[in-house]
């Protein structure tokens, strides 16, 4: 999470940014029994050796021209059921979203959460 400030954008930056300061963090042991797992970087002729129905973790590696391994992906096949996690915590960027952000979750995730973390405060500290 340190190397977040380096690569997204505040809200009230340019519009077309690629990250925001916005996303759900869950349990990596909890994701991997959901099925999730990490992705694997590696150049489009190199892949031939990931079984067909694997296919799906793969992301193009390019050395020095396509390079998104400081992501560190984690990738489900299909959607994430967020109401099958233990707990989430909701990334946000300032505390006084929270309220709006409760009122937008269905009942079920909103049973889920373990809490917010307000990015703005975070990463002042970093």
Request: proline content about 4%; glycine content about 6%; charged content about 35%.
């Amino acid at each position: 999470m340190s190397s977040l400030k380096h690569f997204a954008s505040k809200p009230e930056e340019k519009e077309d940014a690629r990250y925001r300061f916005y996303g759900v963090a869950i349990n990596k042991k909890g994701a991997f029994e959901l099925g999730a797992r990490p992705v694997i970087y590696l150049p489009d002729n190199e892949g031939d050796w990931i079984p067909q129905d694997q296919k799906w973790r793969h992301v193009r590696y390019e050395y020095g021209e396509v390079d998104w391994t400081h992501e560190r992906e984690w990738r489900k096949k299909g959607n994430l059921d967020l109401t099958e996690v233990v707990g989430i915590y909701i990334i946000c960027w300032h505390s006084n979203e929270i309220e709006k952000i409760k009122e937008s979750m269905s009942e079920d995730v909103a049973k889920k959460v373990r809490g917010f973390l307000p990015m703005l405060h975070l990463n002042m500290m970093l």
